[in-house]
T-cell receptor, first 113, second 112 residues
Framework: SQTIHQWPATLVQPVGSPLSLECTVEGTSNPNLYWYRQAAGRGLQLLFYSVGIGQISSEVPQNLSASRPQDRQFILSSKKLLLSDSGFYLC????????????FGPGTRLTVL | GQQLNQSPQSMFIQEGEDVSMNCTSSSIFNTWLWYKQDPGEGPVLLIALYKAGELTSNGRLTAQFGITRKDSFLNISASIPSDVGIYFCAGQTSNSGYALNFGKGTSLLVTP
């Protein structure tokens, strides 16, 4: 069966510091991978998605970037965090060619102070 | 993304009661999904619907893809305390690309 991991689970960072969140998927090959942010109002917003190694698409302009160095690894980064970057970050995967059914990881709670 | 209207916003019920929540949209959806999210955790997929009129069950949960393709409902029968959480509808239209459109969630509280 497939599993998806995210770390760290929680993170507190000062404004202006860098960020690196990691997501890995097990039990499947060539997945689509996604980064969402969930703000306090509960809505989930797609930030980035990837259909393959090195292929990144951004859904919204922002202070963040994503990379996919390996087939089942997806990384969310920032060079300088803003207060507004605080939130709950969720990684998700779907089968290649089937983006309409997405499975989420446990999430990372980021607090920027 | 497409606007999804999810209702009710919250429900406070007694254990054993049945629950019903729904999502509507002004756009036609190709897929409807229902997720449950516990505090501090990621959403867990409960039911996925792919065809208009489709009715699918998962234990005490039943969901349907509306005939018009613009709505879906989720029913929970004989609720138990562990049903507590936030339930989200989500789906894709032909214009969604890779993004899932999410409702704002229904917060369910169950008292013993």
């Amino acid at each position: 069966s497939q599993t998806i991991h995210q770390w760290p689970a929680t993170l507190v960072q000062p404004v202006g510091s860098p960020l690196s969140l990691e997501c890995t998927v097990e039990g499947t090959s060539n997945p689509n991978l996604y980064w969402y942010r969930q703000a306090a109002g509960r809505g989930l917003q797609l930030l980035f998605y990837s259909v393959g190694i090195g292929q990144i698409s951004s859904e919204v302009p922002q202070n963040l970037s994503a990379s996919r160095p390996q087939d089942r690894q997806f990384i969310l980064s920032s060079k300088k965090l803003l207060l507004s970057d605080s939130g709950f970050y969720l990684c998700a995967w779907s089968l290649r060619g089937n983006p309409d059914t997405q499975y989420f990881g446990p999430g990372t709670r980021l607090t920027v102070l | 993304g497409q606007q999804l209207n999810q209702s009710p916003q919250s429900m406070f019920i007694q254990e054993g009661e049945d629950v019903s929540m729904n999502c509507t949209s002004s756009s036609i959806f190709n897929t409807w999904l229902w997720y449950k999210q516990d505090p501090g955790e990621g959403p867990v997929l409960l039911i996925a619907l792919y065809k208009a009129g489709e009715l699918t069950s998962n234990g005490r949960l039943t969901a349907q893809f509306g005939i018009t393709r613009k709505d879906s409902f989720l029913n929970i029968s004989a609720s138990i305390p562990s049903d507590v959480g936030i339930y989200f509808c989500a789906g894709q239209t032909s214009n969604s690309g890779y993004a899932l459109n999410f409702g704002k969630g229904t917060s369910l509280l169950v008292t013993p």
